[in-house]
């Protein structure tokens, strides 16, 4: 960083100089967590980093039209269609048409610079409770992103769907921060479509931070379909005021190692929380969540539901910490890890944890880690079908309880489609890509 800080911090204004040089030190105390610490037992971030990727320190700008490259595997929806590339917002994004005025959507590289009003007051303020140092790294690194403000009142009619596209000629580590606001009384929908479009290894420490202001709603969906040479590390700040409503579902298709991190904070009264996943490993694949949820105020509810189901070799993790802090009284919240082992080399860590420090509250949570069960596969194979298709429709039917959670109709229905065909084996490659990426490797 600091052979490289004039180069990272041109064109930025002096704000973000400050807020990098902070992160940078906090990420010196801190650096990456260790294999074995709490909240990272299962995974093992030191040596995934140690590995020789080549980072970019300004702003790229891509002459290939990625139009003309990539269709997505979502096209039915009726979005706004945002393109990044390695991080970067494609400059040859389409302005947000016919929505109210004062609704920004831009690269954050380019909202630092138009509007230090508004990043100033939000960027890096909702991810203290991170004591990792990887949202450190990424404030320190991080060129650019998707940037999303609604002013106070205003909504999007339709969602914005933005394809996070990976795509160089050789290894590459890849620092993104989103910033999305919604203002007082608004309400959004994003949809986010991780891909890869070429074979090189990619190590991925994105981070999204969410305001969501007095009684807003917003839905917030991940879609993660990348190569088995991809490594992610995607962590999510959800800052909720009262009233608030906040969904997010983030569906994991396929990747080679995969970590979500979720943070939320519901520091004032009346909001609701709404966290489901649900990931999909076969090979050698891991896919590790976590989740941080806390009621800091009284009356608010939060629903979480994560499930996996995990074939071949491949390992999973679950950790997730419900937090009530003194005086939320009133509390209602329900976590619920589930998961299916497919094969007796598959394995599943699963730690869900009640952290209460109030006395009139419902809470609860749980974890299940199983096999396929035995009498519901008896009772299809005894009505005729096969015991291939037998096995699919339980995986599916597992699968469904997640599925359902997806608010947006067109967008439930792609991801049914895309969810089956996973099951089946079906989904090598994306299938309306022109760059031959394989997953299976």
């Known amino acids: 960083y600091q052979d490289n800080r004039e180069l990272i911090n041109r064109d930025v204004p002096d704000y973000i100089h400050k807020i ?6 906090d990420f010196r105390e801190s650096g990456i967590p260790e294999h074995g610490s709490e909240n990272y037992t299962h995974i093992d971030l030191p040596s995934i980093f140690s590995n020789t990727y080549k980072k970019i320190f300004s702003h790229e700008r891509y002459d290939v039209n990625l139009n003309e490259v990539f269709q997505c595997n979502v096209p039915e929806l009726d979005t706004h269609l945002v393109l990044l590339i390695n991080g970067n917002y494609y400059s040859d994004n389409k302005p947000i048409a016919g929505e109210a005025d004062g609704i920004i959507v ?3 590289a380019e909202a630092m610079v138009k509007y230090p009003g508004i990043t100033a007051k939000h960027l890096s303020k909702y991810t203290s409770g991170d004591s990792s ?3 450190s790294l990424n404030t320190a690194f991080a060129q650019d992103g998707l940037f999303v403000y609604l002013p106070k009142g205003k909504s999007l009619k339709k969602a914005i769907q933005v394809v996070n596209l990976l795509r160089a000629n050789e290894n590459r580590m890849i620092q993104q921060r989103n910033l999305i606001i919604l203002e007082e009384n608004c309400s959004a929908n994003i949809v986010i479509c991780d891909h890869t479009l070429s074979e090189h290894h990619y190590l991925c420490n994105n981070v999204t931070e969410v305001f ?10 991940n879609m993660q379909d990348e190569h088995n040479h991809a490594k992610k590390v995607n962590s999510v700040f959800i800052h909720q005021e009262y009233g608030s409503n906040v969904l997010t579902n983030t569906i994991t298709l396929h990747g080679g190692i995969v970590r979500n991190n979720i943070w939320v904070n519901m520091d004032e009264e009346c909001c ?3 966290t489901y996943g649900i990931f999909f490993a076969d090979k050698n694949q891991h ?20 499930k996996g189901i995990l074939d071949d070799n491949s390992t999973g993790a679950f950790a997730g910490r419900i937090l009530v802090a003194r005086g939320a009284q009133k509390t209602l919240a329900y976590q619920s890890n589930n998961n299916i082992l497919l094969t007796d080399m598959a394995r599943m860590n699963t730690k869900p944890q009640l952290e209460i420090y109030a006395d009139d509250v419902k809470c609860s949570h749980g974890a299940t880690v199983g096999q396929l069960d035995e009498n519901a596969m008896f009772y299809l194979r005894s009505r005729g079908i096969n015991k291939k298709e037998a096995r699919m429709l339980l995986m599916y039917a597992f699968a469904h309880e997640v599925i359902e959670k997806i608010r947006i109709v067109p967008l439930h229905e792609r991801i049914e489609d895309l969810i089956e065909k996973r099951l089946r084996g079906e989904l090598t490659r994306c299938a309306n890509c022109a760059v031959n990426c394989y997953q299976d490797n």
């Open 272 to 274: 609701e929380n709404h």
């Open 133 to 135: 140092g990887l949202a």
């Open 287 to 306: 896919i590790d969540n976590f989740s941080a949820i806390s009621h800091n105020k009284p009356n608010c509810t939060s629903n979480e539901l994560i």
């Open 20 to 25: 990098r040089d902070n992160a940078i030190e």
């Open 212 to 221: 969501a202001g007095k009684n807003s709603v917003f839905d917030l969906y």
């Open 106 to 108: 831009c690269g954050l």
